[in-house]
């Protein structure tokens, strides 16, 4: 196994909650990191039986009628659509709209974005021809293929969740055309080849089978095996996740979770997120800096530096609402707010709190969870689960993977439906990046880690944040 990164712009933020990226730059990327990933492992693109792809979910790409980019992709976290959001619940009915899609209308979703370009850039919106998520614009570029998978596709507002097959009723009610939609399929089936442009950009085979791939919750999700009922996972990348497998569509009816199918056929999901869990830490760190440069993570450096302050941070509270929020207020304009600061803080009170809060709001997904009777029987922490400081003292297994977001791994023959192993035995089927499952006892690496990263927090210290 090898995996190689590149960076690409960061996002626009032209107005407050407005967040956009060039669909070009994510395919000037790829075409970085995989031939560097081929070199880093030896191999030729002739030694990569099959290709799967995952990534941001919910960002709206537009194409024209020569597969062009129209305008900037508005990306997952864009919550420029309130207005969209509000009108298509009086239309369609907030109940209705669950019923349809499993999910209320959230400005997150690929479906108000669509709407708002129309609204708001008409001349524009002529010019769309095809629609599709981030992932799938490059699988676009790499296979000349439209199409996406189920797990994403529950992100749109678009899909019948419940049915696994795109809503007609709110295409009709929305007036989508159902042909600027990709084509659907499950995460493991092929849906195309790698193309002549494709390889020539990549080193890749040309014809080398290309599968579905999913959202970079779901592939994430499969790869620390949280695939079957009870198995849960709390991952932080920008935004923070805690994601449970279901084997029905399980409905949350204030719609505070999201409920998307999974990527094992048959099977769906529901997710909690904090918009801004690391972005919170991030906005710390680029606005204040991380301390003296001595080559370590910087991040590492911040948990380090935090982890002097005592737990509850001297009643010092932080709503991570920086880009508002979705689990459990649905607000896009919510807002970040730093509370209760006095004389007597440090900024290692400061750095606490921050983290403090975010592990606070992932924990209103558990809450969610046991309302509606989701199983909680073990949960996997995700590469950044420092910033979870266990305040629902839940029983935790930490995955030694770094996720989906950012990396592309290239592995012998393991992405295709039937070719892969049984991803119910140590979720080891679709990978993401350096992604994997970790079962049984500890082999001293963390595998198992049922310690709270800053001890000691305690809502009884300071009561809950919520009341902000």
């Not at 529950?154 to 419940?162: E, I, K, P, Q, R």
């Not at 880009?323 to 004389?343: I, K, Q, Y």
């Amino acid at each position: 196994m090898a995996s190689a990164t590149e960076e690409h712009a960061p996002f626009a933020s032209p107005e407050i909650g407005w967040a956009e990226q060039d669909p070009d730059d994510w395919w000037r990327a790829c075409t970085i990191a995989v031939p560097r990933a081929l070199q880093q492992a030896k191999l030729g693109g002739e030694d990569v039986a099959c290709v799967g792809l995952s990534g941001q979910m919910h960002g709206a790409v537009m194409l024209d009628a020569s597969d062009r980019v129209v305008r900037p992709a508005l990306i997952w976290c864009d919550v420029r659509t309130e207005r969209q959001c509000r009108e298509l619940t009086e239309k369609i009915g907030a109940e209705r709209l669950i019923q349809l899609t499993c999910n209320p209308a959230l400005a997150n979703f690929t479906l108000t974005k669509f709407l708002w370009v129309r609204e708001n850039e008409p001349e524009q919106w002529k010019r769309v021809r095809s629609v599709m998520l981030p992932k799938d614009y490059v699988r676009f570029r790499l296979t000349g293929e439209r199409a996406i998978d189920m797990a994403d596709a529950s992100g749109t507002l678009m899909l019948d969740v419940a049915n696994r097959r795109w809503s007609n009723e709110m295409l009709a009610a929305t007036g989508i055309d159902q042909e600027l939609l990709p084509a659907l399929y499950e995460s493991p089936d092929v849906c195309g080849k790698v193309s002549t442009a494709g390889a020539a950009a990549t080193g890749l085979k040309q014809g080398t089978p290309v599968v579905a791939g999913a959202g970079d919750q779901a592939a994430g999700a499969t790869g620390m095996g949280i695939v079957t009922p009870g198995a849960v996972s709390a991952t932080i990348g920008t935004s923070g996740v805690v994601f449970a497998a279901t084997d029905r569509p399980a409905l949350d009816p204030k719609g505070r979770l999201h409920t998307f199918c999974h990527a094992i056929p048959g099977r769906w999901h529901v997710m909690g997120v904090t918009q801004a869990a690391g972005l919170s830490l991030r906005w710390f760190r680029d606005q204040f800096g991380a301390e003296k440069d001595d080559r370590c993570d910087p991040y590492e450096r911040l948990t380090d530096e935090a982890a002097a302050a005592e737990p509850g941070s001297k009643g010092l509270l932080w709503t991570p609402y920086l880009m508002g929020e979705r689990t459990p207020h649905l607000d896009p304009n919510a807002r970040g707010a730093l509370v209760g600061l006095t004389a007597s803080h440090t900024r290692a009170h400061v750095i606490r709190a921050i983290l403090e809060g975010v592990a606070f709001s992932l924990r209103d997904s558990f809450t969610i969870f046991g309302e509606m009777g989701v199983p909680v029987n073990s949960m996997r922490r995700g590469a950044f689960a420092t910033v979870a400081a266990n305040p629902g003292g839940r029983l935790r297994e930490r995955s030694r993977g770094r996720g989906s977001r950012g990396r592309r791994g290239l592995r012998r023959g393991d992405s295709c439906r039937g070719r892969c192993p049984d991803v119910e035995r140590g979720g080891r089927g679709l990978r993401g990046g350096r992604s994997s499952g970790c079962a049984g006892e500890t082999d001293g690496r963390g595998c198992r880690n049922f310690e709270p990263a800053l001890p000691g927090l305690s809502e009884g210290l300071f009561g809950d944040p919520q009341h902000l």
